[in-house]
């Protein structure tokens, strides 16, 4: 697993954790809102970023403020509904960090999947594949259903 898949203690560490849960409530939004032209990139460029063990803070935080502007393309009536259900929100990782170890490392092998497979500039299976990565992050899911999650997404960055 990549070196930078650990928790953050740097402030541009800080900031990768803060991209990939606004890349997770990116990804959530499209379960109930129809993506934008531009909702696949904007996803795929923030996972190549977010991949970068030397990406500069400055540049994770400017794709953070992208992210959050797709988000609110997509789901506009999400950032000022009366009745907020949190399907949309960003992901805390501090959540990942504290999770039992079994759970965690099956997550960070669905970070490091979505990672490769963004670097494929995915379509079709693949892009859903990376959407269903980022959505089951946020869940709290046992190990029995974790795992076909991930062997599925290792078996297509194997493709």
Not at 26 to 37: I, Q, W, Y
Not at 112 to 134: I, M, N
Not at 141 to 153: K, R, S
């Amino acid at each position: 697993m990549p070196e930078l898949l650990k928790a953050p203690v740097t402030p541009a560490q800080q900031a990768r954790d803060a991209l990939l849960g606004a890349l997770v409530g990116l990804a959530r939004a499209t379960t109930s809102e129809p993506k934008t032209d531009d909702t696949d990139e904007v996803l795929n460029a923030g996972l190549r970023l977010a991949a970068q063990p030397d990406a500069p803070e400055e540049k994770l935080l400017r794709m953070l403020e992208t992210v959050h502007t797709e988000k609110h393309r997509v789901a506009p009536g999400c950032a000022s509904c009366a009745m907020p259900c949190g399907n949309t929100n960003d992901y805390d990782l501090a959540r990942l960090w504290a999770a039992p170890e079994t759970i965690r490392t099956l997550k960070l092998q669905m970070v490091s999947a979505a990672f490769a497979l963004a670097q494929k500039r995915p379509q079709g299976q693949a892009q859903t594949t990376v959407y269903q990565l980022l959505f089951t992050l946020a869940e709290d899911w046992d190990a029995e259903l974790l795992l076909p999650v991930v062997q599925h997404a290792q078996k297509l960055c194997r493709e």
